[in-house]
């Protein structure tokens, strides 16, 4: 069967820092100004750094498939879903999508901030390549879904947050793109609206769509999704079923996360008076365990210094 997402080799270079200029006096300003002609251009590119933001990702999705994507900050989930959503193109390798794409990208993304709520659904719309008849059937039930009527014919740049997540992912969800990617947007949105748009991705996965969907949120991860992908440093470290890729990922975060020992307590959390040394999560017969089921009994050791 044709996939929906083909990914192969890709990876994604960055360029960042850079020397800073510092504060300069008014005569190395001008005298930088009468040298500038001067220089090479080759120096211009000098204190940059280069970053690898993904790696040599392979990848394939099939049509129909509800796939979790997590990772740390920084592992390359976002860039991935960018270069999806050709906000952004690999340095090396290729995509090919086969379906209309929808993306839910970060908040402030996707709309023209001087049209009102109204107009940006029909703009969505004719983005994706639909007509204007397609769009006006769907448009009630877009704005009933967002539960944003009262505020419809206003600009969307006068709206929170959450309401512009409602509605984007109202368009993105109603609008029936082939292909939906959403990237950790819905953690603005309060916990009804959530648990709405998580019961809509499952009504979509139902019709034979393809969902990508990037979350922090490992029980929605788990409940939604057949497949998890995770990502680390820009690689893919895993890729299956998803209660053996989040308890990789779950014991990565507490293998590679905060310190959770301090043999110094000088560099120990606390102050004059207190140091906490060491932080331990054990389950019910006092064994420790590094990833935690919430359905289960679990105790945390914090063992102390009392220095005064």
Same mark, same amino acid.
């Given at each position: 069967m044709k996939p929906a997402i083909k =990914? %192969? @080799? *890709? @990876?994604? $270079?960055? $360029? =960042?820092? !850079? /020397?800073?200029? !510092?504060y300069m006096t008014f005569r190395e300003m001008i005298g930088g100004v *009468? #040298?500038?002609p001067f220089r090479k251009l080759g120096k211009r !590119?000098? &204190?940059y750094q280069t970053l690898w933001a993904l790696s040599d990702i392979n990848l394939q999705i099939g049509? &129909? %498939? /509800? *796939?979790g994507i997590i990772g740390h900050n920084g592992a390359g989930k976002s860039t991935l879903l960018k270069i999806l959503s050709r906000v952004t193109k690999p340095t090396m390798g290729q995509v090919e999508l086969f379906g209309r794409i929808g993306s839910l990208l970060e908040v402030g993304t996707g709309f023209h901030p001087d049209l009102t709520g109204r107009e940006n659904i029909f703009l969505s719309g004719a983005i994706l390549g639909m007509r204007r008849a397609e769009i006006e059937r769907k448009f009630d039930e877009i704005v009933a879904f967002s539960e944003l009527e009262k505020f419809i014919e206003t600009s969307v740049k006068w709206y929170s947050s959450g309401m512009y997540v409602r509605l984007a992912? @109202? *368009?993105a969800a109603h609008l %029936?793109? %082939?292909i939906l990617m959403m990237d950790e947007v819905l953690a603005v949105g309060d916990a009804a609206f959530q648990?709405?748009? /998580?019961?809509?991705m499952h009504d979509i996965r139902q019709q034979g769509r #393809? =969902? /990508?969907f990037v979350s922090h949120d490992m029980a929605a991860i788990t409940r939604l999704c057949k497949r998890v992908v995770l990502l680390e440093n820009g690689k893919i470290t895993g890729d299956g079923e998803p209660h053996d890729v989040v308890n990789r990922y779950l014991s990565s975060s507490w293998k590679t996360g905060a310190l959770r020992e301090w043999a110094n307590p000088s560099d120990a959390p606390g102050d004059e008076v207190v140091r906490l040394r060491r932080v331990r999560v054990r389950a019910e017969d006092g064994n420790r365990i590094s990833v935690v089921d919430i359905r289960n009994r679990f105790g945390i050791e914090l063992p102390y210094d009392v220095l005064e």
């Open positions: =990914i %192969e @080799s *890709v @990876s994604k $270079r960055y $360029r =960042i820092g !850079g /020397l800073h200029p !510092g *009468v #040298t500038a !590119g000098n &204190g049509h &129909g %498939e /509800l *796939v992912f @109202s *368009v %029936e793109p %082939e648990q709405k748009c /998580l019961d809509k #393809t =969902i /990508l």
